[in-house]
C-alpha cells in the first residue's frame, strides 16, 4: 500500500493522500451513516454470514473496501500487506521469542479452591502461549507504532490515540484460537453483543513460515487466508471481523498481536490499559 506522500499509484502525479486515499475517505463518510444492525444466531454469529456484496454494502458501510498488496479484493475493513516486514527482521524476534519460557493462556476457573482465591485453567477455546516482549520492548513498540501510523491511520482514514502493549503469541501443533471479537462480548440470553474492550483496530503480524495449518478464518465473510512470514493483517475490532485461528496442524507459528483505540470513540473504560502506548511517544 503506498504511503500518503508517496506518489498515487493511478498513475495521477498527484500524492496518494491528496487522489485515490482522499476519494475513498469521502466514499467511507458518505456510506457511515447507513451501516444496518443485522441478525443474530443463537452463538452470536450473524446470520447468514457477510459473504456477498449485498450484505457487505449493508453492514460494512463505514469501512474501506479491503486490500491485499498482491492478491486483489478481500472483504471490506480488511488489510493484507505480504511482506511487510522482511525476512531478518522476522528472524531478529523469532529468534528471541525461542529463548522465552511461554506462559499458558488461562481463563478463571468456576470452581472456587479452599484457599478462596481466584483459580484459573488451561482454555480450550485458546491453546496458546504469551511470549513476554520485556527484552525486546522499545523495538517491538516502535514497529507496532509505524503500522498503526502509516498503515492503520490512512487505510481507515482515522486518528490513533492510544495502543495496547503488543504481545508475541506462540502456537504449538494443535495450537488454535477459536472464532472471537477482540473487543465485543457476547450476551446470549440477550441476544446481544456489547462492547467490552477499548479497541477499534486490531493487527497481526505473521513472524514464519515452517509450520502448517494455523490459517486466519473470518466465518463471517467466508475468508481465509494462510499466514506467511512478514505478513501483516489489519481489521476493525468488533464482532463482525470475528477471526480465528486454525489449528497449527505441524512446526511452531508466531505472531505479534496488537489492538489500537481511535480518538472519538465508544469508550468502556475511563483510561488506558496499563503499559498502553500513546501514539507517536
Excluded at 488451561?122 to 516502535?142: L, M
Aim: hydrophobic residues 30%; aromatic residues 10%.
Amino acid at each position: 500500500m503506498p504511503r500518503r506522500n508517496d506518489p498515487c499509484p493511478c498513475g495521477s502525479g498527484k500524492r496518494y493522500k491528496h487522489c485515490c486515499a482522499a476519494n475513498q475517505s469521502a466514499a467511507s463518510g458518505k456510506n457511515a451513516t447507513v451501516r444496518a444492525t443485522p441478525d443474530y444466531t443463537e452463538l452470536g454469529y450473524i446470520r447468514g454470514g457477510l459473504d456477498t456484496p449485498e450484505k457487505q454494502s449493508r453492514y460494512c458501510a463505514d469501512q474501506p473496501p479491503g486490500i491485499v498488496a498482491t492478491r486483489g479484493l478481500v472483504p471490506p475493513g480488511i488489510l493484507i500487506i505480504k511482506k511487510y516486514l522482511d525476512a531478518a527482521q522476522c528472524q531478529f524476534i523469532v529468534d528471541y521469542a525461542n529463548r522465552q519460557v511461554g506462559k499458558k493462556s488461562t481463563i478463571q476457573s468456576a470452581d472456587v479452591p479452599e484457599s478462596g482465591q481466584a483459580a484459573t485453567r488451561e482454555s480450550t477455546a485458546r491453546i496458546t502461549e504469551y511470549v513476554d516482549i520485556a527484552g525486546i520492548n522499545d523495538h517491538v513498540n516502535s514497529l507496532v507504532s509505524d503500522i498503526f501510523l502509516h498503515e492503520v491511520q490512512p487505510f481507515y482514514s482515522t486518528e490513533i490515540e492510544w495502543f495496547e502493549c503488543p504481545e508475541i503469541l506462540r502456537y504449538h501443533q494443535g495450537g488454535h484460537y477459536q472464532a472471537h471479537s477482540d473487543a465485543d462480548n457476547w450476551t446470549a440470553s440477550q441476544r446481544k453483543w456489547s462492547r467490552g474492550m477499548d479497541r477499534d483496530y486490531s493487527l497481526l503480524l505473521y513472524l514464519n513460515n515452517d509450520f502448517t495449518g494455523g490459517e486466519l478464518d473470518f466465518p463471517h465473510f467466508g475468508f481465509r487466508i494462510r499466514p506467511e512470514a512478514g505478513m501483516l493483517a489489519c481489521f476493525p475490532s468488533d464482532h463482525r471481523y470475528l477471526h480465528a485461528a486454525k489449528p497449527t496442524l505441524s512446526g511452531t507459528r508466531y505472531v505479534l498481536v496488537g489492538w489500537a483505540a481511535a480518538k472519538g470513540t465508544q469508550r468502556v473504560n475511563d483510561q488506558p490499559p496499563n503499559r498502553s502506548v500513546g501514539l507517536g511517544e
